[in-house]
Each structure stands twice: as C-alpha cells, then as structure tokens.
T-cell receptor, first 115, second 114 residues
Framework: EAQVTQNPRYLITVTGKKLTVTCSQN?????MSWYRQDPGLGLRQIYY???????DKGDVPEGYKVSRKEKRNFPLILESPSPNQTSLYFC??????????????FGPGTRLTVT | AQSVTQPDIHITVSEGASLELRCNYS??????LFWYVQSPGQGLQLLLK????DTLVQGIKGFEAEFKRSQSSFNLRKPSVHWSDAAEYFC????????????WGAGTKLIIKP
C-alpha cells in the first residue's frame, strides 16, 4: 500500500530534551515536506526537500532540523524543544513529474506536547 | 505576495443540504488548485485538483469544484452533505514558479446538523 508513515504518533516530552520524528514514504517520491498545524493558522511549512541531500527552509524553520540521506526518509529533529513547538506535525511527499505533480500525500500526523 | 483565503472559519449545514466552501487566491499566474479534507484525528486526503482544461472538476466523495479565473476562485461544492462529511477542508494553490510549494488556506471547519 502506498503510504507515508510517521513515528511516533503521540509524544510528550520536556523542554530541552532532543527528539526525532521519523517520516518514511514508499512511493519513490522526490519531494518531501514537514508541516506544523496549529488552530486557526492552517498548515505552515517547516522544511522541504526536493531530493536526497537537498533541503530548504519553509516558512517556520526556527528550532527544527531535517536531513535527507535516503530518498524514502525525511526525519524532523528538534534539538532543544520548547513549549511553543507543541503542535500537530505532518510529513508529506510528492512526485515531481507525472500526473500527480504537486499532489502531496500526507502521513497520519504526530501530536507533540512539550512541557 | 501569493496568498490563499478561505473566508469562512466554520460553516454549519444541515444533513442533506447543499454545501459551498469558498477559496480565493491572489496571484496573476496560472495556478494549480487543490482541495484537501482532514477528518478528525486524521491526516489530509486529496479531494480533487485542477491543473488545466475543464474548469469544473469532479472529486472523491461526491465533491466538485469550479475554477473561475476572473474571480480567482476555486469553490468546493456538494449537492447533499452527509454526517460523515464533517471535517476540516483546506484549499491549496501552487504556481508554476513556486518551486513546488503549496500555499495553504487556513481551513474551513464543516459542522453537520442532524
């Protein structure tokens, strides 16, 4: 089944404790992206990647890191989480060619709480 | 700057009634247009998209949307809503020169009255 998976789905952590949210897709998509969703603000892009070893900042990159060492994986790293990073996080992937161009496929989301 | 506006934060509709959710964008170039749905506790799922051709597009779950270039709009419609349509709906727009970035509306939450 074609899908984007994220782990963990739920995470409660404390301020300053480094964490990683994993994202993996099995559709051989070149493009991957991380979003955060907060009430009333819609989806805001954190980072995106057009291909392996190519990453770029989105609208709200502060406090986050990403890496793209393999095509299928795009982990999101919070080196020192703070309470304002409490949010719902989504990973998405998209092909860069073909009929599904621009069409993003989303993971189920990771709800992060930082206390 | 490019932007996408969904003017209605919440909409309440009776089950069986028709629905229209509004989406407007600002930019002059030809857009690629999308509607996504997010059911409670779920990720986002593509409902439909417009790239070119017929400006009335059909999607999944009985939804359709019409692209009106003169109004910079891409409104989502359904003739008769079901209780299972209660969800949040997001409009998104991509432009040919936007480096594949989708610009998202803030979302419209649809509430269904029994």
């Amino acid at each position: 089944e074609a899908q984007v998976t994220q782990n963990p789905r739920y995470l409660i952590t404390v301020t300053g404790k480094k964490l990683t949210v994993t994202c993996s897709q099995n559709m051989n998509h070149e493009y991957m992206s991380w979003y955060r969703q907060d009430p009333g603000l819609g989806l805001r892009q954190i980072y995106y990647s057009m291909n392996v070893e190519v990453t770029d900042k989105g609208d709200v990159p502060e406090g986050y890191k990403v890496s793209r060492k393999e095509k299928r994986n795009f982990p999101l790293i919070l080196e020192s989480p703070s309470p304002n990073q409490t949010s719902l996080y989504f990973c998405a992937s998209s092909p860069l060619t073909g009929r599904s161009l621009y069409e993003q496929y989303f993971g189920p989301g990771t709800r992060l709480t930082v206390t | 700057a490019q932007s996408v506006t969904q003017p209605d934060i919440h909409i309440t509709v009776s089950e069986g009634a028709s629905l229209e959710l509004r989406c407007n964008y600002s930019y002059g170039a030809t857009p690629y247009l999308f509607w996504y749905v997010q059911s409670p506790g779920q990720g986002l799922q593509l409902l439909l998209k417009y790239f070119s051709g017929d400006t009335l597009v059909q999607g999944i779950k009985g939804f359709e949307a019409e692209f009106k270039r003169s109004q910079s709009s891409f409104n989502l419609r359904k003739p008769s809503v079901h209780w299972s349509d209660a969800a949040e709906y997001f409009c998104a727009v991509a432009f040919m020169d936007s480096n594949y970035q989708l610009i998202w509306g803030a979302g419209t939450k649809l509430i269904i009255k029994p």
